[in-house]
């Protein structure tokens, strides 16, 4: 799958996911979200956090900071204007070829760096759809895309940097997206926590 596609892929599944953040009320920031100990607030503060990062890796190759995001007055419009940031910053393609260094996951060009927020954005989007007992409809390309790259995450390490919780075991037949959110350790058919 060609790069741009990529960030076209996530550009979709940011549009899903800015009908389920413009949803949520102020009230429903207290919500527990799948994400073990994490209200909607914290779940949104670690997305706008990740989307400026992103950004700002894909222009400095670097981010010193993946947990500044804050949520201001205005969740939604903290959350769109790190969403713009981040497509802004992927939109030159020069961006695909550059190496970023990622958080704590290590140094890659900027395509795998694409890819890494797409799993991202299709997973958090599902976290915001059950907290906000909403439909996620996200594309099913999308979807595919993030399952290959979930798949290639190795068991050993996941509780070392938090970023993901060991694999969930589904049923054969699951959805792409069940698939996809197993793999990650969220169970698709568990109460949000």
Same mark, same amino acid.
């Given at each position: 799958m060609r790069s741009m596609d990529l960030r076209e892929l996530d550009r979709r599944t940011l549009l899903v996911l800015d009908k389920l953040v413009a949803a949520a009320t102020p009230t429903d920031l207290a919500r527990p979200t799948p994400c073990a100990g994490w209200t909607l607030a914290d779940l949104l503060r670690h997305q706008v956090s990740e989307n400026h990062a992103f950004a700002i890796a894909a222009r400095a190759g670097s981010a010193p900071d993946w947990h500044a995001g804050d949520l201001g007055d205005d969740a939604y419009a903290a959350y769109q204007a790190s969403v713009d940031d981040f497509l802004d910053a992927f939109a030159d393609d020069a961006v695909l070829d550059r190496k970023l260094t990622i958080n704590h996951f290590g140094t890659f060009p900027g395509a795998i760096a694409a890819h890494m927020h797409l799993v991202d954005t299709v997973a958090h989007g599902w976290d915001l759809a059950r907290t906000l007992d909403l439909p996620y409809e996200p594309d099913a390309e999308a979807v595919r895309v993030a399952l290959k790259l979930a798949e290639r995450? =190795?068991? /050993? %390490? #996941? /509780?070392?940097? %938090? *970023?993901? $919780?060991? #694999?969930?075991?589904? @049923? $054969?037949?699951? *959805?792409?997206?069940? #698939?996809?959110? $197993?793999?990650? %350790? #969220?169970? @698709?058919? %568990? =109460?949000?926590?």
């Open positions: 995450i =190795p068991d /050993e %390490g #996941r /509780e070392v940097n %938090g *970023s993901f $919780a060991r #694999r969930v075991d589904v @049923p $054969a037949d699951a *959805s792409d997206l069940d #698939r996809f959110l $197993a793999l990650l %350790g #969220r169970d @698709p058919a %568990g =109460p949000v926590r």
